[in-house]
Structure formats: C-alpha cells, structure tokens
Nanobody, 126 residues
Framework: QVQLVESGGGSVQAGGSLRLSCAAF??????????MGWFRQAPGKEREGVAA???????TYVDSVKGRFTISRDNAKNTLYLQMNSLVPEDTAMYYC??????????????????WGQGTQVTVSS
C-alpha cells in the first residue's frame, strides 16, 4: 500500500518561508518514475493544484505561486519538497502531497493523482 507522509507545515508571518516535505512509502519503483504534486484546500474552497513535477522533471505551478514556490524531489530518498517563500495570507490552507496513478481521479498538470497524504496545515498571518 502506498503511503505519503507530509511534514513541515506551521504558522508564519507574511513574507516568511516554509518548506514542506513528503516521504513516499510502499512504492515498487522509485518516485523518479512518478508524477507527484502538492495541492491545497482552504476552508470553504475547493482543493486546487499548487505545483507538480513530472517524471521527466517538468514542473507546473498555479499562477498565484509562480516565482514564490519551488517543487523538487530527491529520488534517492523518495521525498518530495515544496519550498514556499514570500508567503501571503492567501496561502493559508491545508497542503496535501499527492502521487499519480493510472486510475487517479484528480487530473492536474497532465497527471492523474490518486494517492494522497494526510495533509499539513500552513497558516500565514498578516
């Protein structure tokens, strides 16, 4: 069974930075072969794709985080990261790590995401 475990969330003032991590367990193959991504959901809003990284390293970002967030992966550690800089209150949300699977129900950045972590809260105060 595939398991994704996020960490690194917390509370920060506007302008600050946080780095989210997502460790992947239970894969037969390295995450190198997989499309992975970060999603977020704020209270009362739908879950949105924030960033994704394909197996060829191509990255995709939602417009609101371009230039501020960076997605990366350490394939040797099967770990995904999201470096978040210049945070603003609008970034406040529960952040979820996700991995693609052929039967995934959520389509984003040309990937079908079907594995999800439990989420980590990010709160940005003004």
């Amino acid at each position: 069974q595939v398991q994704l475990v996020e960490s690194g969330g917390g509370s920060v003032q506007a302008g600050g930075s946080l780095r989210l991590s997502c460790a992947a367990f239970g894969y037969t193959y390295s995450t190198y072969y997989m499309c992975m991504g970060w999603f977020r959901q704020a209270p009362g809003k739908e879950r949105e794709g924030v960033a994704a990284i394909a197996s060829d390293g191509k990255t995709t970002y939602v417009d609101s985080v371009k230039g501020r967030f960076t997605i990366s992966r350490d394939n040797a550690k099967n770990t995904l990261y999201l470096q978040m800089n210049s945070l603003v209150p609008e970034d406040t949300a529960m952040y979820y790590c996700a991995a693609a699977t052929s039967s995934g129900a959520i389509y984003y950045a040309s990937c079908r995401f079907g594995y999800w972590g439990q989420g980590t809260q990010v709160t940005v105060s003004s």
